[in-house]
């Protein structure tokens, strides 16, 4: 590093793995996250450690080749390294405060080259993103590799451009869209690669195909010593092959509960009119994140052994301590502002999926109570809105009658089913009377989706299988403004209102 804070070569990255002596660097070596660019601009100002250095008291502690266990496992044991008085900064003994402010400095910049590009769905998302990035810096540290769930509920939420941003900045990034798993697993090692899976929802829905070892690859990566057992070789041998490795994952939709309890999880939504990003092109882009994601591993490379005796105070328990500890180390690690918001970030984002969890439990029995309903009400075409509500409301035993602050409302039941495209529409009665009603016709796919009737027999062959009373004709359709037509002679339905 010259006097101006500039690197002038690039960081001695352990590619090595965990446990194993650092090789000398040699002048046509490429260490770090993929082809370097030259930084634009300097590095941060100021005295701190060179990239290459140890931290003090960073000696790289020796073990038997083949163990899985993160870099500097017995400094955990013999002496950890916990935060001074209890204050959750995670200040690290034999690092100064230089280098501590210029982590905080870099973090900053990296958080606003990636809101540049993309418009994530708050601050608190913002600052996990960015954590987790420089998180896989440091990957042969850390116990665990949490997840990144970036999930929307259609196209167009910037969900690939979440992972292009991803790509550039963090260590050793490896696509894996039409990858094959043998391929996977021959990659991951001591010093894994960064996973990046978009339409990650394919990997996981009806559709997936042969797609197991994948699923179950990214199913155990999340801790270390989860090994994959296959035969290999020409003498057909049981092999271990480690599945330890960050991973993002972007799909359509929520992706399965194994991924989701282990991800910090970021749930995208399309851009309002007013909300300006800036276009992302290879001419400028590129350079910028490369120099960010540089500077990341000569700042973190040298810390990990530190990073591996840091047991930081979480804000949270069990699982979700174990997917957000490794970003409030970097966070720790940095100083300045990052611990507090880390800390914030991760309590703001794990209540907010306790409650997305509580509502997806919550939908899952709307849907049971409302098929109900209209069972008991001999599967009529629509109910009425208010009276579909009372029945809710009627028993005792389910949380409608407490649901919010007056038990549960036409508003809150009109949100509720929101998400199936389930919509109520003006319907007319008998004589002529026109309500809010739900029409049975839009639950079907939704039951038949969230809660299938294991006892409901298969329609016979040369029937309309939606059809409850042909005498009374079709179906009401989705509101369309359209009206149903009966047969001649026939009495019809409910119809929505013109």
């Not at 994530?120 to 665990?144: D, G, K, M, N, Y």
């Not at 057992?229 to 359509?252: C, D, N, Q, V, Y």
């Amino acid at each position: 590093m010259n006097a101006s804070g500039a690197r002038t070569g690039p960081p001695d990255v352990d590619h090595s793995g965990p446990g194993e002596p650092v090789p000398s660097p040699k002048a046509d070596d490429e260490p770090g996250p993929g082809p370097l660019v030259p930084a634009v601009g300097t590095g941060p100002q100021g005295a701190g450690t060179e990239p290459g250095d140890r931290a003090a008291g960073d000696h790289g502690p020796q073990r038997a080749t083949g163990t899985d266990g993160p870099v500097g496992t017995e400094q955990v044991q013999s002496g950890t390294v916990v935060p001074d008085d209890g204050s959750g900064t995670g200040d690290r003994g034999g690092a100064g405060a230089e280098a501590t402010g210029d982590g905080a400095v870099l973090l900053d910049e990296l958080q606003a080259a990636i809101g540049r590009y993309v418009v994530l769905p708050s601050e608190e998302a913002l600052t996990a993103v960015t954590l987790w990035v420089a998180a896989s810096h440091i990957q042969p540290a850390l116990q665990h590799a949490p997840r990144l769930a970036v999930v929307g509920p259609t196209k167009g939420c910037g969900k690939s451009r979440v992972l292009d941003v991803l790509h550039e900045t963090v260590a050793q990034p490896m696509m894996t869209v039409n990858t094959s798993p043998a391929v996977v697993f021959r990659v991951i090692g001591k010093n894994p690669p960064t996973l990046l899976v978009d339409e990650a929802d394919t990997i996981f829905g009806p559709k997936a195909g042969e797609k197991e070892d994948l699923r179950g690859l990214l199913n155990a990566g999340h801790q270390r010593n989860r090994p994959a057992w296959r035969i290999s070789g020409p003498e057909h041998k049981p092999t271990a092959f480690p599945t330890f490795a960050m991973a993002a994952l972007a799909g359509i939709g929520d992706l399965p509960d194994t991924i989701m309890d282990r991800a910090v999880v970021l749930r995208m939504q399309k851009r309002k009119p007013g909300e300006r990003i800036t276009p992302f092109r290879s001419r400028y882009s590129l350079p910028e994140l490369h120099a960010v994601r540089d500077r990341l591993a000569a700042w973190l490379t040298p810390l990990r052994g530190t990073a591996a005796g840091l047991v930081p105070k979480m804000p949270v328990e069990d699982r979700a301590a174990d997917t957000w500890e490794p970003l409030v180390i970097v966070a720790d690690l940095a100083g300045g502002h990052w611990p507090t918001s880390a800390r914030a970030a991760c309590l703001a984002m794990t209540r907010h999926e306790a409650v997305q969890d509580e509502q997806t439990t919550l939908k899952t029995r709307l849907l049971r109570d409302v098929r109900r309903i209209f069972e008991r009400e001999g599967n009529k075409e629509a109910l009425r809105s208010q009276d579909l509500l009372a029945a809710l409301l009627a028993d005792a035993e389910s949380p409608w009658p407490d649901y919010g602050t007056k038990g549960l409302t036409a508003f809150h039941l009109s949100a509720l089913l929101r998400d199936f495209g389930i919509r109520p529409a003006n319907y007319r009665f008998e004589q002529g009377r026109q309500a809010k009603a739900y029409a049975r016709n839009q639950f079907l796919d939704a039951w038949a989706r969230y809660c299938p009737d294991p006892t409901q027999p298969a329609p016979a062959a040369g029937h309309d299988s939606t059809s409850v009373r042909p005498a009374q004709g079709k179906l009401p359709i989705p509101p369309t403004g359209s009206l149903p037509v009966g047969p001649p002679g026939g009495t019809v339905g409910p119809k929505p209102a013109r």
